[in-house]
T-cell receptor, first 117, second 113 residues
Framework: EPEVTQTPSHQVTQMGQEVILRCVPI?????FYWYRQILGQKVEFLVS????????KSEIFDDQFSVERPDGSNFTLKIRSTKLEDSAMYFC???????????????FGDGTRLSIL | AQKITQTQPGMFVQEKEAVTLDCTYD???????LFWYKQPSSGEMIFLIY??????QNATEGRYSLNFQKARKSANLVISASQLGDSAMYFC??????????FGDGTTLTVKP
């Protein structure tokens, strides 16, 4: 069964540095998402992406964050000037476009655990 | 704005019995989808079941069923014949056609042998 893959599984970065989290969505999916989950807490929506542009973003997704689909397979989340509170599990998800995102389940990757020191 | 409320931080159920996990939602959108995900202690997010706002019949997927009451804005998950492997965190989520998702705080389910 096709799956969403995320790399790396664990990223350790010094505070203030930039980090890029990578995701390969399922090949026929057209909606892509990033979420974060601080340890033991709820899953927080960051951004959705469709047709090479941001579809929706949350108030968390400020100028520190950006997303990109650099080629036909990868979907990346860039975090600039990382802060201690950016430490979390970051999940990528993708869904089909048929009938719109509200009707399609999102398939999640296994996540990247980001640790800011 | 949209919101998901899961009022049960933790639930216990005896193996082989059924359990209902509560979820209420709030949205101003007419078209939306309601989803349940399972997150075991290993951390991955597993899609379980989906209900569309215009679906008249309750969704079922194997041992999972969704008790959808639109007027009450509730979308409770029913797990029948609980198994030890069902012990996990369960999240209810809503997704709009604009692609915005909101998750609830989750319910930790523990299945007792």
């Amino acid at each position: 069964e096709p799956e969403v893959t995320q790399t790396p599984s664990h990223q350790v970065t010094q505070m203030g540095q930039e980090v890029i989290l990578r995701c390969v969505p399922i090949s026929n999916h057209l909606y892509f998402y990033w979420y974060r989950q601080i340890l033991g807490q709820k899953v927080e929506f960051l951004v959705s992406f469709y047709n090479n542009e941001i579809s929706e973003k949350s108030e968390i997704f400020d100028d520190q964050f950006s997303v990109e689909r650099p080629d036909g397979s990868n979907f990346t989340l860039k975090i600039r000037s990382t802060k201690l509170e950016d430490s979390a599990m970051y999940f990528c998800a993708s869904s089909e476009a048929l009938r719109g995102p509200s009707n399609q389940p999102q398939h999640f990757g296994d996540g990247t655990r980001l640790s800011i020191l | 704005a949209q919101k998901i409320t899961q009022t049960q931080p933790g639930m216990f159920v005896q193996e082989k019995e059924a359990v209902t996990l509560d979820c209420t939602y709030d949205t101003s959108d007419q078209s939306y989808g309601l989803f349940w995900y399972k997150q075991p202690s290993s951390g991955e997010m597993i899609f379980l079941i989906y209900q569309g706002s215009y679906d008249e019949q309750n969704a079922t997927e194997g041992r999972y069923s969704l008790n959808f009451q639109k007027a009450r804005k509730s979308a409770n998950l029913v797990i029948s014949a609980s198994q030890l492997g069902d012990s996990a965190m369960y999240f209810c989520a809503i997704n709009t056609n604009a692609g915005k998702s909101t998750f609830g705080d989750g319910t930790t389910l523990t299945v007792k042998p």
